[in-house]
């Protein structure tokens, strides 16, 4: 690219990002492009995950929204009436915390406000701080309709909501009931599963002894690392066929510290190879003890309040302590009793709240629940009935699993930000479950024949119940809008494996229950849920700040820009394998964006654009080169639309990477500038056309992956766009275009010319060298093909000549060969062989010892069990590339022994 002639160039010498971006999104997002409403096209609908109100953006949301917009982009190019549907979610115990920890610099406690001057004072916080993580995602080129863009705490959402809940209860779907559930202490709300980090602690099993009733010295020993618990103790569980416990089955044990007779149950739960067998049971302070207790009918027993100190359920000299002081006292009062039996190390998990940091206690209260087994049941035969599918296939298994053991939801949070429940209730206790408090209040008038005074519920919905109206609730239901009508269902969910079942389950559930199709059939949210890959750091560990490895994504957009960001993502995202990040690979693809910079600017310089001919037809070229680079391009586009089809975004940036740097870059640029700087006129205007149209093909083609620097390059180099790329068609694959005998000649071309240039790497031609080069055994075709191609092979492996030899081969010379025909390149007087073997021969032997190095260490077994997992992925790595570089010595010596 450096004989380009004297010419104003349209594009400057590198694209800078940080000057373009900004101005590009902009553009897009004022021209309307991001914005559904093709009337005459059909719907493709993507539902953004709605991050938290108080999100920021990290590397797995980089991931998530730039696999959308990629397929939200390739579709919007291929003519679809594209919506992607933008929203965020209210957040409850995040946004609550925030605004919480406000007042708390100010000396004050929401209970201080209330509940009404509180809230205002969250969507106060909201309209002033909240919704970063949206210019952020601006900052990486998502192309939403933000004008549709959705918040779960709309008025108009919020309805829809409610009217879920109203709809599910009078269908008996949703009640109340006292069951276990997570509970915090220190927010003092119930929370999820999802919300519940398992920490590993150091702590302790404490051995117990249990008097067994009607005997002086017999006792059962349970072991716990919960002693506190002990007080809410109803029962101990054997394993049913342990032969130890056999005579005590039934029989009663009587409760240390507090006399309670506990009876003795047989239950699978207990294992015979752990411990003593026998396992304490308190049914409501531990998930797995409950399941024990409701099948042995057991009593539940609470302990705690809500802020885990003990109740009046237990002996007086315990009540109103916290749960870890009373701890201390029952393993110094068991001790002083004689019934520790002893005390032992152990590494555990303990159940941790993640956003208050504290241990969270499985306790027994009156919480608001789904029937969710009712409800799975439709969800589960969509996806076995392959009317929904995931990608890949296998995380169906893990759905299936979740769908067919099926708790109940519990749906209703301790909190006063989110949507509070429609229930109120009635002096006795009656409930009455309307959309608003004159309806209840109506209702409970007709109910006791006189005005009484309603108390709502203070609680507010579980932030997955509302998420979970999010295909249908952000497109206007329960309204019978055109976008519901037009864009319900949806294409597809793009998502993490760990809210599987949080928030794609619970979609599928809403979703079927309260949407029908055309025929008045329950209709699925979406027919493919994509399972993207986790991130991790470059050598496979997870991400976290403890670690010191978390990796920013708008620091590396920053720093090489969003381009080459969104392509590493993309390129490293195989289904079913983890992402390892490096700052390297993103470097690597913003060097990739600077070789198609610069591929478009050489087309620029030598007057490619200059007269665009928008009746530039392909099928009419003549030359071999500009057929054969027609047909790679059509091939390397058909293998993208194939790949983006079948959610193989590593497969398509693999396609349209090699294709752009390799095929056309490294070597159709260099074929064709004979013809640029040639005296043959028609052949120039050919090249130029064709060379015009393969780039606006690979700009088009790469623009969901690439779309800054693409749209910059397709702006620049014609005045006469009739639209921006963002909008412009996606290419046909039109097969007619791949001419086989012009792909045939080129790609022997690029095989003999490569293979020379290798042939001179090993035998360490000097550069400027010209070389003669000896044909023999040619078939006519290739003689043909040397004719015609000729000049180009000898300017691209620095020939002097090509003659066809008839004679032996020629002393002296290294042999390539290539199909039928073998090529020498006579090396006597350009190189010293014996000099030239012995240097081969010296990296040989050092190579031989950094082998014998590295094979000793992994095979060596303390060192295996030693280094971290990195390092032996390092050495092994080394371990390979050092075998290629011998591997090619060992050809390079083999090539000089045939020349003596």
Not at 197 to 203: C, I, L, S, W
Not at 236 to 261: N, W
Not at 632 to 661: C, D, P, Q, S
Not at 787 to 795: E, P, S, T, Y
């Amino acid at each position: 690219m450096s004989e380009e002639p004297e010419k104003t160039a349209k594009l400057a010498k590198s694209f800078d990002c940080h000057d373009a971006e900004q101005r590009i999104y902009d553009h897009w997002e004022t021209s309307g492009a991001f914005k559904a409403g093709r009337t005459d096209a059909e719907p493709y609908t993507i539902v953004l995950p709605p991050p938290n109100v108080t999100g920021s953006l990290h590397m797995g949301h980089a991931l998530n929204h730039t696999l959308q917009d990629i397929l939200i982009r390739f579709e919007r190019m291929r003519g679809r009436d594209v919506l992607w549907q933008p929203g965020m979610d209210h957040a409850g115990i995040a946004t609550q915390m925030v605004v919480e920890r406000q007042l708390d610099a100010e000396g004050l406690s929401r209970h201080d406000l209330g509940r009404e001057k509180f809230i205002e004072r969250v969507w106060e916080w909201k309209e002033k701080s909240g919704g970063i993580i949206f210019n952020q995602m601006r900052r990486l080129g998502q192309s939403c309709d933000w004008s549709r863009s959705r918040f779960t705490m709309d008025e108009g959402f919020a309805g829809a909501v409610l009217k879920v809940f109203v709809e599910l209860y009078k269908q008996d779907l949703i009640y109340k009931a006292k069951r276990l559930v997570n509970w915090d202490p220190k927010l003092k709300t119930a929370i999820s599963d999802l919300e519940v980090e398992q920490k590993e602690v150091n702590g302790h099993y404490w051995h117990f002894k249990y008097p067994v009733d009607g005997t002086d010295d017999r006792f059962l020993i349970v072991a716990t690392t919960r002693p506190e618990t002990m007080l809410g103790d109803v029962a101990v569980a054997v394993h049913p066929e342990d032969e130890r416990y056999q005579d005590l089955i039934g029989k009663t044990l009587t409760l240390p510290l507090v006399g309670r007779k506990l009876i003795v149950v047989a239950d699978e739960h207990a294992d015979p190879e752990k411990g003593s067998g026998a396992v304490k049971i308190t049914p409501a302070h531990d998930f797995d003890d409950n399941m024990v207790g409701k099948r042995h009918n057991l009593a539940e027993i609470n302990i705690f309040d809500d802020a885990a100190q003990t109740n009046d359920a237990v002996p007086e000299k315990y009540r109103g302590l916290d749960r870890f002081v009373v701890r201390k006292m029952i393993i110094a009062d068991m001790d002083a009793l004689g019934l520790l039996e002893k005390t032992e190390d152990t590494v555990h998990m303990v159940p941790t709240g993640d956003r208050s940091g504290v241990v969270i206690e499985p306790w027994l209260t009156d919480q608001w629940y789904v029937n969710a087994e009712v409800m799975a049941k439709p969800a589960l035969e969509a996806v076995e009935s392959g009317v929904t599918k995931f990608v890949p296939k296998n995380w169906e298994k893990t759905y299936y699993e979740w769908m067919r053991n099926i708790e109940p939801w519990c749906i209703s949070r301790q909190l006063w930000w989110g949507h509070q429940i429609p229930a109120w209730y009635g002096p006795d206790g009656e409930i009455f479950v309307y959309l608003d408090e004159a309806e209840a209040t109506a209702a409970a008038l007709a109910h006791y024949g006189k005005e009484v005074v309603l108390i709502r519920d203070p609680d507010v919905l579980d932030t997955w119940f509302s998420s979970a109206l999010w295909p249908f609730g952000t497109l206007g239901w329960p309204e019978n809008t055109p976008e519901l009508n037009k864009h319900y269902k949806t294409d597809v969910l793009i998502t993490g494996f760990d809210i599987i079942f949080f928030w794609v389950a619970r979609m599928m559930m809403d979703g079927l229950h309260f949407m029908k199709d055309k025929d008045g059939k329950p209709e699925v949210p979406f027919h493919t849920v994509y399972v993207h890959a986790l991130v991790r750091d470059e050598h496979g560990a997870k991400m976290s700040k403890s670690k010191g490895n978390v990796i920013d994504p708008l620091d590396l957009a920053d720093k090489f820009g969003a381009d080459a960001l969104r392509f590493t993502l993309a390129s490293m995202e195989a289904q079913g394998r983890d992402i390892k990040m490096s700052e390297k690979r993103v470097e690597g693809y913003r060097n990739f964006g600077t070789k198609l910079w610069n591929a478009a600017r050489f087309c620029d310089m030598n007057g490619c654009f200059d007269n665009v001919d928008a009746r530039f037809n392909p099928q009419n070229v003549t030359l071999a080169v500009n057929k054969w680079i027609i047909g790679e391009m059509v091939k390397a586009t058909g293998e993208v639309t194939r790949a983006l089809e079948n959610f193989r975004y590593n497969e398509a940036t693999a396609a349209i990477y090699h294709f752009t740097w390799g095929t056309f870059c490294d070597w159709y640029v260099e074929l064709i500038k004979p013809q640029f700087f040639g005296e043959d006129e028609q052949a120039k205007s050919e090249t130029r056309a064709a060379a015009a149209w393969v780039m606006d093909q690979i700009l088009k083609t790469l623009h969901p992956f690439m779309p800054f620097i693409t749209e910059e390059i397709w702006g620049s180099l014609s005045e006469t766009r009739s639209a921006d790329l963002i909008i412009s068609d996606w290419p046909t694959q039109d097969s007619a275009l791949i001419d086989a005998q012009a792909s045939q000649e080129m790609n022997w071309v690029i095989q003999l010319v490569s293979d020379i240039r290798t042939a001179r790497a090993e035998m360490n031609v000097p550069a400027g060298a010209k070389l003669e080069m000896l044909v023999q055994g040619t078939s006519s075709d290739t003689e043909k093909s040397l004719m015609a191609q000729g000049d180009v092979i000898k300017r691209l492996a620095r020939l002097e000549s090509i003659t066809i030899h008839e004679g032996p081969a020629p002393k002296g010379a290294v042999q390539v060969v290539v199909d039928e025909a073998t090529y020498f390149l006579p090396l006597a007087g350009v190189i010293d062989i014996a000099a030239e073997k012995a240097r081969l021969q010296k990296n040989l032997d050092k190579l031989a010892k950094e082998i014998g190095g590295i094979s000793g260490r992994l095979n060596n077994e303390a060192f295996m069990a030693k280094a971290p997992e990195n390092v032996v992925m390092d050495n092994r790595k080394n371990l390979e590339q050092a075998e290629q570089k011998s591997a090619k010595i060992k050809e390079g010596i083999s090539r000089l022994d045939a020349m003596d």
